[in-house]
């Protein structure tokens, strides 16, 4: 074969040329989709991990936010008393650990979920986005747990429920963004900058102080409640309570300034997510 037919026929191969994607089909949502199966399995692995050799199992995920309400109950609803919009204390603190601890969980699970599973990261690949996604959707589970004593408590109290408690799954989809798209910063951070790890405790304890748990956002400063609200979590309390208690007037302004923070740390965390993906299986 003569050198110019070997350049003809090295000619005729097409050349594919691989560039990444920008904007939008950078996140590549349709392979998370694909993976499906996947999420749900790392779902159900956290369910079953989370409670796994203990005494009490599942009873857990009542117990806790329980007494931690009793001890709102004696500390702020009690010594300090604390303003609560006329509901009782104890619900009144009740109602807002709900959300709180399915943020909380979220977070903090999320945002260590790849150091954690850094052996199946090196081994295999899915899609990374898979492992902080079923962190945070696992612990709906708790939540619907937990949720069965407020409903005692609220016919303790004779607290019936209202219309607006159809509101509750939109306010539930909105701490969730919320979780996820912190635990998708977090868990990025963590695999290049492992304080990330420590500092975890102390971002959802600061946060915990900045949201309306212990007290009424009503205490804010009316030219501050737009600033206030800017806390996603600010707008998931105060509906919580609007909508399982009927208690005062629809907080929409917090709400809607709390979708625009929350749609923006998760837009935010899902680029920067996928942005850091390539390095996690070299770096963790």
Same mark, same amino acid.
């Given at each position: 074969?003569?050198?110019?037919?070997?350049?003809?026929?090295?000619?005729?191969?097409?050349?594919?040329?691989?560039?990444? +994607?920008?904007?939008?089909?950078?996140?590549?949502?349709?392979?998370?989709?694909?993976?499906?199966?996947?999420?749900?399995?790392?779902?159900?692995?956290?369910?079953?991990?989370?409670?796994?050799?203990?005494?009490?199992?599942?009873?857990? =995920?009542?117990?806790?936010?329980?007494?931690?309400?009793?001890?709102?109950?004696?500390?702020?609803?009690?010594?300090?008393?604390?303003?609560?919009?006329?509901?009782?204390?104890?619900?009144?603190?009740?109602?807002?650990?709900?959300?709180?601890?399915?943020?909380?969980?979220?977070?903090?699970?999320?945002?260590?979920?790849?150091?954690?599973?850094?052996?199946?990261?090196?081994?295999?690949?899915?899609?990374?986005?898979?492992?902080?996604?079923? +962190?945070?959707?696992?612990?709906?589970?708790?939540?619907?747990?937990?949720?069965?004593?407020?409903?005692?408590?609220?016919?303790?109290?004779?607290?019936?429920?209202?219309?607006?408690?159809?509101?509750?799954?939109?306010?539930?989809?909105?701490?969730?963004?919320?979780?996820?798209?912190?635990?998708?910063?977090?868990?990025?951070?963590?695999?290049?900058?492992?304080?990330?790890?420590?500092?975890?405790?102390?971002?959802?304890?600061?946060?915990?102080?900045?949201?309306?748990?212990?007290?009424?956002?009503?205490?804010?400063?009316?030219?501050?409640?737009?600033?206030?609200?800017?806390?996603?979590?600010?707008?998931?309390?105060?509906?919580?309570?609007?909508?399982?208690?009927?208690?005062?007037?629809?907080?929409?302004?917090?709400?809607?300034?709390?979708?625009?923070? =929350?749609?923006?740390?998760?837009? +935010?965390?899902?680029?920067?997510?996928?942005?850091?993906?390539?390095?996690?299986?070299?770096?963790?």
């Amino acid at each position: 074969m003569s050198v110019i037919e070997t350049q003809r026929e090295e000619s005729s191969i097409p050349v594919i040329l691989v560039r990444p +994607s920008k904007g939008w089909a950078s996140l590549n949502l349709g392979e998370l989709w694909r993976y499906r199966e996947l999420v749900y399995f790392f779902i159900w692995r956290d369910i079953k991990v989370r409670y796994k050799q203990t005494l009490l199992g599942a009873a857990w =995920a009542i117990i806790q936010p329980f007494l931690v309400m009793v001890i709102f109950n004696i500390f702020f609803g009690k010594l300090a008393n604390m303003p609560s919009d006329g509901i009782p204390y104890p619900i009144f603190a009740y109602v807002a650990l709900l959300p709180w601890q399915l943020f909380e969980n979220g977070v903090r699970k999320a945002g260590n979920s790849l150091v954690t599973g850094r052996n199946l990261l090196t081994k295999v690949y899915f899609p990374r986005l898979a492992i902080p996604i079923a +962190s945070v959707i696992a612990g709906l589970v708790d939540f619907a747990l937990a949720l069965t004593i407020l409903l005692v408590m609220m016919w303790f109290y004779d607290y019936s429920p209202t219309k607006w408690i159809l509101f509750t799954p939109l306010l539930l989809i909105l701490a969730l963004v919320t979780a996820l798209g912190t635990g998708l910063w977090l868990s990025a951070l963590n695999v290049n900058y492992r304080d990330i790890g420590y500092i975890i405790p102390f971002i959802i304890r600061v946060w915990f102080f900045l949201t309306p748990i212990t007290y009424s956002a009503s205490i804010v400063p009316e030219e501050y409640q737009t600033i206030y609200a800017l806390n996603p979590m600010t707008g998931v309390i105060q509906g919580f309570r609007w909508a399982m208690l009927g208690v005062g007037e629809p907080p929409s302004a917090l709400i809607l300034a709390s979708t625009v923070a =929350a749609v923006s740390i998760m837009i +935010s965390g899902l680029f920067y997510f996928r942005r850091m993906e390539r390095t996690f299986a070299d770096v963790v």
